[in-house]
């Protein structure tokens, strides 16, 4: 039983499936904590995956695909300190990464929130399955030479 192996081992253990419903939940607590703009909340997510047992990549991954998907351009450095948080990740590892994380999930937590280039992919996507391949319009072609510029090619570019 869980209270026998916390005497066993002298410690409390935490509930935590990496393959289950509770990974999918604090991930998207931690996510939604961000989104949220509340720290707190973000941080707490965060270190009880890890804690739980959750590879630091995962999170720190969870994190940058976050800082651009919604933070964006109303803060492009937090992708900045997102991929600057996976190398320390990669190079230092748990338990030192553990302060990367925190105030790569505070940083992210307090800042300024942009999805369009999330809401511009989709709607680009969008556009491609139902239009298909067109053509590049003759005055944005590449033009790198004299006949192909007096076909209209890269005309006023």
């Given at each position: 039983?869980?209270?026998?192996?916390e005497r066993?081992?002298g410690?409390r253990?935490?509930?935590?499936d990496?393959?289950?419903?509770?990974?999918?939940?604090?991930?998207?607590?931690?996510?939604?904590?961000?989104?949220?703009s509340?720290?707190?909340?973000a941080?707490?997510?965060?270190?009880?995956?890890?804690?739980?047992?959750?590879?630091?990549?995962?999170?720190?991954r969870?994190l940058?695909?976050?800082?651009s998907?919604?933070?964006?351009?109303?803060?492009?450095?937090?992708?900045?300190?997102?991929?600057?948080?996976?190398?320390?990740v990669?190079?230092?590892?748990?338990?030192?990464?553990?302060?990367?994380?925190?105030?790569?999930?505070?940083?992210?937590?307090?800042a300024?929130?942009?999805n369009?280039?999330?809401?511009?992919?989709?709607?680009?996507?969008?556009?491609?399955r139902e239009?298909?391949?067109?053509?590049?319009?003759?005055?944005?072609?590449?033009?790198?030479t004299?006949?192909?510029?007096?076909?209209g090619m890269?005309?006023?570019?």
């Amino acid at each position: 039983t869980p209270q026998i192996l916390e005497r066993a081992v002298g410690e409390r253990m935490l509930r935590y499936d990496r393959a289950g419903d509770e990974h999918y939940d604090l991930a998207s607590a931690m996510i939604k904590s961000v989104r949220g703009s509340d720290p707190h909340a973000a941080i707490y997510y965060a270190m009880r995956m890890l804690a739980g047992g959750e590879d630091a990549k995962f999170v720190v991954r969870r994190l940058a695909i976050l800082a651009s998907e919604d933070i964006g351009n109303a803060d492009p450095g937090a992708l900045n300190l997102a991929a600057s948080a996976i190398q320390v990740v990669n190079f230092i590892g748990l338990p030192e990464a553990e302060y990367t994380i925190c105030q790569l999930a505070a940083y992210l937590a307090l800042a300024p929130k942009s999805n369009s280039a999330a809401r511009a992919r989709i709607t680009a996507h969008k556009v491609i399955r139902e239009t298909g391949e067109l053509p590049v319009p003759m005055n944005i072609r590449n033009a790198p030479t004299k006949l192909m510029k007096d076909m209209g090619m890269g005309k006023d570019y």
